[in-house]
């Protein structure tokens, strides 16, 4: 058994409860994601957290899993958090940290959502799982899959890099590379599963990887000594992990470990595939489709409509947080800046952040004394056959 309080899902539009013993995707009647509530007040204290175990799993009692002979584990999350003293400086922000992601399994934050989907799946009997990915989701769960002795079924677009197919053949998953986006390759996807033979871990269709992505804002407060940054800056396709943090943040304050969140968080998409940027700009609660998008070096940023599109809008406005978008070539300088002053190789999600950075200062919403925390998702290393000619240049 866990020291869980996890109590029940909820439909995030109606409200309604759905019960926690039995397999649930989403809300039929709203076509909208569940989430996971917690039995919290204010009197829960913060030994809760089991500090022996250096994973993300550190945080059980606010996790959904029950029994912890269920936990599936190749040791993801709690990654490093650490102060960039050279760019705070160059840049003028007087407390400037990088959350390093790329040291999770199969070298991105999807461990940890993919971690927790796959351990609950466990926990409810299933055991075959198919996902559209832009390639880390992929990696994940066909890691997770094979070390649980079950199946999954990746679909991928065709302008993913070989590596992701590698990796998922590697470890057991069979692979079905799809024509267009990641969108495509869901309809794809769905078409293969129409009876329902899969379990079908679309990113927040499923609610349990949000749970997982959560526990990145565990880790950054508990880093952070329980003071929470002002300025949070993240890659946004899906919005799982943006969403997540902010989750983390609210179950904090409800456990009054925080009085107030102070933090803004701030979603980062390509100009060629922006529907959150548009969406914020436009003062929308939703995002429409992204019609034709532009392929880019930061493949898991092109999500021309996530499912979560509204929980990423509430996000935004109730963080007091802004979304903007950066070119292909701020993201190909930021590597190359970022690796010279830094000493550390961004994923190109990763370099998009620093580049979001960088105009944020310029146009005052960061300010000098303000505590920023940029996250690079994942590492750089699947992406060389992106990356190679141009940055040889
Ligand atoms: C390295 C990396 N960063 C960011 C993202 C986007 O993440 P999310 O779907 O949580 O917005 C992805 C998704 O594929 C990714 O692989
Ligand atoms: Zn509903």
Redesign the pocket.
């Known amino acids: 058994m866990t020291n869980s309080l996890y109590s029940h899902l909820e439909c995030v539009q109606c409200g309604t409860h759905f019960n926690k013993y039995t397999l649930q995707n989403y809300c039929h009647t709203c076509i909208q994601p569940l989430v996971a509530r917690y039995h919290l007040h204010n009197r829960i204290g913060k030994e809760i957290i089991r500090n022996t175990t250096n994973s993300m799993w550190r945080y059980q009692a606010l996790l959904p899993l029950l029994n912890s002979d269920n936990i599936v584990s190749l040791g993801e999350g709690w990654t490093p958090l650490f102060p960039l003293h050279k760019s705070g400086k160059n840049l003028g922000v007087d407390h400037l940290f990088l959350k390093e992601?790329g040291g999770n399994p199969t070298g991105?934050?999807?461990a940890r959502?993919i971690g927790l989907a796959v351990s609950k799946a466990k926990e409810l009997n299933v055991h075959k799982f198919c996902i559209p990915?832009?390639?880390?989701?992929g990696s994940a769960l066909s890691a997770y899959a094979a070390a649980m002795n079950g199946e999954a079924f990746i679909y991928m677009p065709e302008a993913t890099p070989m590596v992701f197919h590698l990796d998922c053949e590697i470890m057991g998953a069979k692979v079905n590379k799809v024509r267009g986006s990641?969108r495509d390759a869901g309809i794809a996807m769905m078409q293969d599963n129409k009876d329902g033979k899969w379990w079908d871990v679309t990113?927040l269709k499923e609610p349990f990887r949000l749970e997982g992505?959560k526990t990145m804002g565990f880790e950054i407060a508990e880093q952070l000594n329980w003071e929470l940054p002002d300025v949070i800056i993240?890659?946004?396709?899906?919005?799982?992990?943006?969403?997540?943090i902010w989750k983390a943040f609210e179950e904090m304050k409800e456990m009054g470990w925080v009085d107030h969140i102070p933090t803004r968080m701030v979603?980062v998409q390509t100009k060629g595939c922006n529907p959150v940027v548009r969406a914020f700009e436009a003062g929308l609660d939703h995002c429409d489709l992204y019609e034709n998008p532009e392929e880019t070096i930061?493949?898991?940023?092109r999500?021309p409509k996530?499912f979560g599109d509204k929980l990423?809008m509430k996000t935004l406005k109730e963080s007091h947080g802004t979304a903007f978008d950066v070119t292909e070539e701020e993201i190909i300088a930021s590597i190359k800046e970022f690796g010279r002053t830094e000493g550390v190789f961004l994923?190109?999600?990763?370099a998009a952040v620093y580049s979001g950075l960088k105009k944020l200062i310029e146009n005052g919403f960061i300010q000098k004394s303000d505590k920023v925390v940029i996250?690079?998702?994942?590492?750089p290393y699947k992406y060389v056959e992106n990356m190679y000619g141009i940055l040889k240049n």
């Open positions: 992601e991105s934050f999807k959502g990915t832009a390639g880390n989701a990641i990113t992505k993240y890659p946004t396709g899906g919005g799982t992990g943006l969403i997540g979603a930061a493949n898991g940023l999500v996530a990423i994923s190109p999600e990763g996250i690079n998702t994942g590492s």
